[in-house]
């Protein structure tokens, strides 16, 4: 089992910068990959980024490629997620998972362990 908690979600100014975190709990946090997902209102669930266990592979999609960057501290089972130059369409709740098989698996289903999310609203 993993327990995963979200924090550092809030209202920001587009243009502005914000970093969630993501602390994990129940495994040995090293072993695993890491991901962050997103839900804008009235849309499905959307892959953001991944990060290897090791965290020397990243994965991102592209509306955030240059703006996003995932990390991970293994010493203190957390992963981040640093978002810059943020934009209006960047308001979601967003969720970090793990358990996938296949590393940047955008697919919601394949995960097995999800966060409660921490929203973020970017206004204009």
């Known amino acids: 089992q993993v327990q995963l908690v979200e924090s550092g979600g809030g209202l920001v100014q587009a243009g502005g910068s914000l970093r969630l975190s993501c602390a994990a709990s129940g495994r040995t946090f090293s072993t695993y990959a890491m991901t962050w997902f997103r839900r804008a209102p009235g849309k499905e669930r959307e892959f953001v980024a991944a990060i290897s266990s090791g965290g020397g592979r990243t994965y991102y999609v592209d509306s955030v490629k240059g703006r996003f960057t995932i990390s991970r501290d293994n010493a203190r089972n957390t992963v981040y997620l640093q978002m810059n130059s943020l934009k209006t369409e960047d308001t979601a709740v967003y969720y970090c998972?793990?358990?996938?098989?296949?590393?940047?698996?955008?697919?919601?289903?394949?995960?097995?362990?999800w966060g409660q999310g921490t929203q973020v609203t970017v206004s204009s």
């Open positions: 998972a793990t358990g996938s098989r296949l590393f940047g698996d955008r697919a919601p289903s394949s995960y097995d362990y």
